[in-house]
Nanobody, 116 residues
């Protein structure tokens, strides 16, 4: 059974940091690129960051470059998103996705709220 479970969201003040985790099971983690998306109320889901299956290549949305860092631990089948210098516009539900050659797996999301 495939499981993709995000954690680490919460309420943080502007300028603060959060670390999201995405624990997976039920598929061969090293065969999948991993991505973080987010969706704010009334907006479309957008790609925030991605990391290749082995972890050598990463990419980021322009809005988070220099503030967010994606990483993965293939021994733990887990991907992370370190978020620093958070802004109110980062408020959204953050989703983890495993992107394979023929199918994708998604988690249920974790809420991140940046507010004073």
């Amino acid at each position: 059974q495939v499981q993709v479970v995000e954690s680490g969201g919460g309420l943080v003040q502007p300028g603060g940091s959060l670390r999201l985790s995405c624990a997976t099971s039920g598929f061969t983690f090293t065969n999948y690129a991993m991505r973080w998306y987010r969706q704010a109320p009334g907006k479309e889901r957008e790609l925030v960051a991605g990391i290749s299956s082995v972890g050598y290549n990463t990419n980021y949305a322009d809005s988070v470059k220099g503030r967010f860092t994606i990483s993965r631990d293939n021994a733990k089948n887990t991907v992370y998103l370190q978020m620093n210098s958070l802004k109110p516009e980062d408020t959204a539900v953050y989703y983890c996705s495993a992107a394979g050659m023929s199918n994708d797996y998604w988690g249920q999301g974790t809420q991140v709220t940046v507010s004073s």
